[in-house]
């Protein structure tokens, strides 16, 4: 009888302590991170009245006769499953996507507890803790290296109010572009204007190379494409007539790339081309041939054709030519013993040379008079070369911003050995680059960068610059030019296509204040500086073990490591089964309401039936004693 009743009172014991889980369940249904909990029963050990007996020949095997002595809450389980993800405003909340939790310490790293709540904000210090004041451990960034290392030990996460990050002085520009190697182009500038000595210059006064005249354009982007003599003089070479007295005598003026064979003196062997007619239906009488090569040749031939008396019955000794800002040939008549000049201008066709119409219209606006100290003159159309440009700011050590231009300008082409183009590189002053004075900030003499027949970059001479800012930064900065691999496609390329720049980047940058951070599901917290970078400031460690659900609870969401927990095996989010983070957002407890309610019910009805026992066996204790008396 007296057994029933402690049956009855375990089994009140038991339902309390599963009410007491289900409560404490129920009281954190809105605690950020919580894992609720389950009471296991199991019974208690049996009483053996009789015990099992095997069967023994025409007898058959008894089984023992127990009684159970109640029950007993053999465990508490925490159910470690993922509760729901709920987004918040706050960027430094965090939750945890999958297996795995926060690791914080309340005693600078010596002892560390664990949590699901990412409920994190920074202190006045700069230390990233919980609610509890726990500070978050992990990766900082080091400062030397300005990289997070993940496999060193974790300490506390701790980034400095009013953080900045200085200036990081430039020292690569990388340039990917197209310089276009077609016939017919957009991007072009005017060939080099000559100065009052006949020498040439480019927009910053600063003295150039003529051009070679057969990979120039016209003044639509056309080019010239001249075909060269082919054997030297008398056999052919794309080119104009000119003549200066009324069509009586004419001079040939061709195309040659055969450096041996310029003449711009007018003592060239005869051409064999057909003679333009004069006015009267004659023949012109063919006087002399020139060959050019480059730009100064072309204008040198012309200038001493249309002054010189030896060389031509009809010139104004006070005739000049040069080429003006705007890349057209110009010939004045206003010099000393100038004379009226008479200029008429007509392609050359013969047996091994057919017209070229782009060069030859180029050149008939020259076709006129000039009377003798005129101040007008006549002038060609513009003749340009095929140019881009690409610029981007560097930084030197201080921080300050300087625009540095690269100017392209194509120099020669060939069929066999594909084409090349010069780069000059250029700041603004009083920066200086170590250009010839007084253009310091002058890449000078400019670079060559060629490329193959297949349009592949083939070399460039000049890797890079030493930069001065002369502002009291760092002098003699050295920038390296990358213009991409040799014999690839990665970097500058010479295509058929328009001219245009695809990408160009530096890796400077001034001084800028911290302005906000960010968490990226790696739990790398990534500052945003008001420079415009950004970068990894630390990482939060996470903790993953091999039974969750052996760590100790500690109050405040947090948990501690137990024997039966098994070691924290320490890595970063998303690796090793670990799961990801996401900010602004945290977990939210995973119990279930309606099924702690439900339990209620049945903890409920359980505790009344054991209670029950109770009564009904004190009921039969009172029928006992009563029939004693």
Known sequence: MLRSL??????????????????????????????????????????????????????????????????????????????????????????????????????????????????????????????????????????????????????????????????????????????????????????????????????????????????????????????????????????????????????????????????????????????????????????????????????????????????????????????????????MNNGTGATSLSIQVAGITDAATAKNDIFTSNFLTLSGNIAAGSASSKQSQAVNAATHSASIDVYDSLGSKHTLKVDFRKESSSPTSGTSWSYSVSVPKPADIGGAAPYENILNPAGLISFDTAGALAGYNIPGIDFTGNNGSTPNQAITLNFGNINKFDGITSFDNPSTTSGISQDGYPGGDLVGIRIDQSGTLIGSFSNGRSFGLAQIGMAKFSNNEGLVSDGGNVYLQSANSGDPIIGTAATAGRGFMQSSALEASNVDLSKSLTNLIIIQRGYQANAKTITTSDTLLETLLGIKR
């Open 6 to 331: 402690f049956d009855g009172i375990t089994g009140l014991q038991s339902h309390q302590i599963a009410m007491d889980v289900e409560s404490n369940n129920i009281a954190n249904v809105n605690t950020i991170g919580y894992k609720y909990s389950r009471a296991n029963f199991s019974d208690l050990l049996a009483q053996t009245n009789q015990i099992a007996t095997a069967p023994q020949g025409a007898l058959g095997g008894k089984n023992a006769v127990q009684v159970g002595l109640g029950t007993t809450v053999s465990s508490i389980t925490r159910i470690m499953s993922q509760g729901s993800i709920q987004n918040t405003d706050k960027n430094t909340d965090v939750a945890i996507q999958g297996d795995g939790f926060f690791i914080v310490s309340s005693d600078g790293g010596n002892t560390y507890k664990y949590s699901r709540s990412g409920d994190f904000k920074f202190d006045a210090s700069g230390n990233f803790v919980d609610n509890n004041g726990f500070i978050v451990q992990g990766w900082v960034r080091d400062a030397n290296t300005g990289l997070v290392d993940s496999t060193a030990p974790i300490s506390n996460i701790q980034i400095p109010p009013g953080l900045t990050t200085p200036a990081n002085a430039s020292t690569e520009v990388v340039i990917k572009a197209n310089l276009s190697a077609s016939s017919k182009i957009t991007q072009y500038s005017p060939t080099y204007e000559t100065d009052t000595t006949g020498a040439f210059v480019n927009t910053n006064g600063a003295p150039v190379a003529a051009e070679d005249m057969g990979i120039m354009f016209n003044g639509s982007g056309t080019a010239f494409s001249l075909t060269s003599a082919a054997n030297g003089p008398g056999t052919g070479g794309d080119g104009i007539f000119i003549s200066t007295d009324g069509g009586q005598t004419y001079a040939e003026f061709r195309y040659t790339s055969n450096i041996a064979d310029i003449n711009t003196t007018g003592t060239g062997a005869a051409g064999a081309a057909t003679s333009p007619l004069q006015s009267d239906g004659t023949a012109s009488v063919n006087a002399n041939v020139y060959y050019f090569n480059t730009t100064e040749d072309f204008r040198a031939a012309v200038a001493n054709w249309a002054s010189s008396n030896a060389l031509n019955v009809g010139a104004s000794p006070g005739a000049t030519v040069n080429y003006n800002n705007q890349g057209k040939l110009q010939i």
